[in-house]
C-alpha cells in the first residue's frame, strides 16, 4: 500500500483481555518500530525490528507485552491480560532504515482497557 | 536515559501572529526531525535537520538546528487555523547509535480565526 496501516483503529476491551494489534508498513521497508502514545503526549518507544536482526526490546513496559514481524512484513503486537494502564494510542511506523532515520507512521489503534 | 524537552506545551494564538516551538536536549543528535500530528491520525513527517546550523524552509514554516546539534527550534510566520495541531519534535541521539527515535512531549498550537 501506499502508506502504514493498522488495525483495528479503535479496539476496546476488558481488563484481563489479551488483545493483538496489527501493522502493515510500507513496502520496501526494512525497519519497523511500535510507539504507545497517551492522551496528547509524546510517543513512547516499545519495540524496533530491522531485517532478520533480532528486535530491540528495550522499550517494552512489561513482560506482558510482546510483538513479531513475520516475513519482514506485517507486524503483531500481543498485550496479554491488560490493564487499564495499557489504554493509550498505539502507533506503528516503517522506514528504509538509512543513516538518517526518517519513519512514516500509521494512524494508530485507540485501545481503551475498562 | 536521553530526555528531550519542548516548549512550550500550549500555545493558542490568533491568526496572522508568529509562534516559535523549542526543542532541546542535554545530548547530541546525529539528526532531528520535526512532525505534525491532528487528532486521530499518526505524526506526519515535516522536515528533517542534520547538519548543525542547518535553517530549513517549508512555507511559513522555519526550522532550525543548533550549531552543537542540541537544539531545535520551529517558527511559524503569519499562522493560519489549518497550522493547529501538536508539533513533536524527535531526535536520533548519536552517543546511544539507537535506531528509535526520542520524542518530545509536543507543542499544540490552537490557531483561532
Known amino acids: 500500500g501506499a502508506g502504514v496501516s493498522q488495525s483495528p483503529s479503535n479496539k476496546v476491551t476488558e481488563k484481563g483481555k489479551d488483545v493483538e494489534l496489527r501493522c502493515d508498513p510500507i513496502s520496501g521497508h526494512t525497519a519497523l518500530y511500535w510507539y504507545r502514545q497517551s492522551l496528547g503526549q509524546g510517543l513512547e518507544f516499545l519495540i524496533y525490528f530491522q531485517g532478520n536482526s533480532a528486535p530491540d526490546k528495550s522499550g517494552l513496559p512489561s513482560d506482558r507485552f510482546s510483538a513479531e514481524r513475520t516475513g519482514g512484513s506485517v507486524s503483531t503486537l500481543t498485550i496479554q491480560r491488560t490493564q487499564q494502564e495499557d489504554s493509550a494510542v498505539y502507533l506503528c511506523?516503517?522506514?528504509?532504515?538509512?543513516?538518517?532515520?526518517?519513519?512514516?507512521f500509521g494512524p494508530g489503534t485507540r485501545l481503551t482497557v475498562l | 536515559t536521553q530526555l528531550l524537552e519542548q516548549s512550550p506545551q500550549f500555545l493558542s494564538i490568533q491568526e496572522g501572529e508568529n509562534l516559535t516551538v523549542y526543542c532541546n536536549s542535554s545530548?547530541?543528535?546525529?539528526?532531528l526531525q520535526w512532525y505534525r500530528q491532528e487528532p486521530g491520525e499518526g505524526p506526519v513527517l515535516l522536515v528533517t535537520v542534520v547538519t548543525g546550523g542547518e535553517v530549513k524552509k517549508l512555507k511559513r514554516l522555519t526550522f532550525q538546528f543548533g550549531d552543537a546539534r542540541k537544539d531545535s527550534s520551529l517558527h511559524i510566520t503569519a499562522a493560519q487555523p489549518g497550522d493547529t495541531g501538536l508539533y513533536l519534535c524527535a531526535g536520533a541521539f548519536m552517543d546511544t547509535g539507537r535506531r528509535a527515535l526520542t520524542f518530545g512531549s509536543g507543542t499544540r498550537l490552537q490557531v483561532q480565526p
Open positions: 545530548s547530541v543528535f546525529s539528526s
Open positions: 511506523a516503517s522506514s528504509q532504515d538509512r543513516v538518517v532515520n526518517e519513519q512514516f
